[in-house]
Nanobody
Framework: QVQLVESGGGLVQPGGSLRLSCAAS????????MSWFRQTPGKERELVAS????????NYADSVKGRFTVSRDNAKNTVYLQMNSLKPEDTAVYYC???????WGQGTQVTVSS
């Protein structure tokens, strides 16, 4: 079955960086676009970034443009989210998702605090 396992979250100071990974299995990874979402308590999940199946097309939320970079390695069935210049408002649980399929990972907590 489809499995998505996020990792790489943690506690980081404002201005710092983290790289999230999402390891995928159970489907033809290279044929599907992938997305990263985030969620804070009491709010709906917010789309952060998405990437096409080949990696040739990427889109970002305005709030993260210029700071976050989404990438993928189809040989490793993994999608990444490089997060730089982190701000306290980036604190959330980050999830990866297969575009066009309703499968989510368990999420990884990112906390930006001094």
């Amino acid at each position: 079955q489809v499995q998505l396992v996020e990792s790489g979250g943690g506690l980081v100071q404002p201005g710092g960086s983290l790289r999230l990974s999402c390891a995928a299995s159970g489907f033809s990874f290279s044929q599907y676009g992938m997305s990263w979402f985030r969620q804070t308590p009491g709010k709906e999940r917010e789309l952060v970034a998405s990437i096409s199946n080949t990696g040739g097309s990427k889109n970002y939320a305005d709030s993260v443009k210029g700071r976050f970079t989404v990438s993928r390695d189809n040989a490793k069935n993994t999608v990444y989210l490089q997060m730089n210049s982190l701000k306290p408002e980036d604190t959330a649980v980050y999830y990866c998702k297969v575009i066009a399929m309703n499968y989510w990972g368990q999420g990884t907590q990112v906390t930006v605090s001094s």
